[in-house]
């Protein structure tokens, strides 16, 4: 199982379109940039208890956006079973549409 940050890092890879600049900039700084809530909160000028609830809003509604369209579990079997394909045979030419299959993605 991934650990949290992992897991939503993924989630907001995979549905951030789906989110308000708001939401996308909330999380963009504090998982992919690093930022504390503190200083989220500075620049926004907003409490931080604000941008913690908006925070935390935006963690369910991923979580709720991949209970409905399983984009991230699909992918997840996708790397699986293109990993087996892979082991399966020695052939480059099969390996290398692995790899553009991979890459598609």
Known sequence: MLDKTTRINYLFDFYQELLTPKQRNYMEMY???????????????????????????????????????????????RVKLLEKLKLMTTDKHVHEHIQKLKDLD
Do not use: P
Request: charge should be negative; aromatic fraction near 14%; hydrophobic fraction near 30%.
């Open 31 to 77: 998982y992919l940039e690093d930022y504390s809530l503190g200083e989220i909160s500075e620049l926004f000028q907003v409490s931080r208890q604000a941008v913690y609830d908006n925070i935390k809003r935006t963690e369910a509604m991923l979580e709720s956006y991949e209970e409905k369209l399983h984009l991230y579990s699909k992918f997840e079997q």
